[in-house]
T-cell receptor, first 114, second 117 residues
Framework: DGGITQSPKYLFRKEGQNVTLSCEQN?????MYWYRQDPGQGLRLIYY???????QKGDIAEGYSVSREKKESFPLTVTSAQKNPTAFYLC?????????????FGPGTRLTVL | AQKITQTQPGMFVQEKEAVTLDCTYD???????LFWYKQPSSGEMIFLIY??????QNATEGRYSLNFQKARKSANLVISASQLGDSAMYFC??????????????FGAGTRLFVKA
């Protein structure tokens, strides 16, 4: 089945540690995205990538880093520089060509900093 | 600046009745797309319906329809014959051509829908 997988589903981290969230898609989509969602709020864009080896900052990129070495994979690293990293993180992908293609989302990773 | 506003934090609807979730948007770009997503308690986002700014007719997908009023910049979601499984958060979103080729989507704060048996 085609889709997006994120792992792990729950992640706990100690303050000062970097942590990497995984996102893999087998939809053959060129574009991939990372969003952050805080309780009771909408999604905010962290980073997005339209093609392999290229990515752009979103609205809240500070304290995060990404890589796009493969079309299928778009891992997100939450660094110790992110002051308030506890949140729900969603990865998404979409086809390109038509900018209004809908985004397909993964199940999300809930990160808690202890 | 682009903006999405959902003014209803929570809505209640009786099972089998219709409900309208409000969404207003702001953009100066004539070309844009509007989306609605559903987020159940599990957390994943499920795409429901899409409306393009140049589409002449309102979009429909099964029990979902989008009441698109371009002059008023509103894109309300109508759910007909509500079911208990419709209880979830609903997000309105917009993407326009000004955002680097249309790949940046902005989301509203969401409306939580409760369907009563």
């Amino acid at each position: 089945d085609g889709g997006i997988t994120q792992s792990p589903k729950y992640l706990f981290r100690k303050e000062g540690q970097n942590v990497t969230l995984s996102c893999e898609q087998n939809l053959n989509h060129d574009a991939m995205y990372w969003y952050r969602q805080d309780p009771g709020q909408g999604l905010r864009l962290i980073y997005y990538s339209q093609i392999v080896n290229d990515f752009q900052k979103g609205d809240i990129a500070e304290g995060y880093s990404v890589s796009r070495e493969k079309k299928e994979s778009f891992p997100l690293t939450v660094t110790s520089a992110q002051k308030n990293p506890t949140a729900f993180y969603l990865c998404a992908s979409s086809a390109t060509g038509n900018p209004y293609n809908e985004q397909f989302f993964g199940p999300g990773t809930r990160l808690t900093v202890l | 600046a682009q903006k999405i506003t959902q003014t209803q934090p929570g809505m209640f609807v009786q099972e089998k009745e219709a409900v309208t979730l409000d969404c207003t948007y702001d953009t100066s770009d004539p070309s844009y797309g509007l989306f609605w997503y559903k987020q159940p308690s599990s957390g994943e986002m499920i795409f429901l319906i899409y409306q393009g700014s140049y589409d002449q007719q309102n979009a429909t997908e099964g029990r979902y329809s989008l009441n698109f009023q371009k002059a008023r910049k509103s894109a309300n979601l109508v759910i007909s014959a509500s079911q208990l499984g419709d209880s979830a958060m609903y997000f309105c979103a917009m993407r326009d051509d000004r955002n680097t080729g249309g790949f940046k989507t902005i989301f509203g704060a969401g409306t939580r829908l409760f369907v009563k048996a």
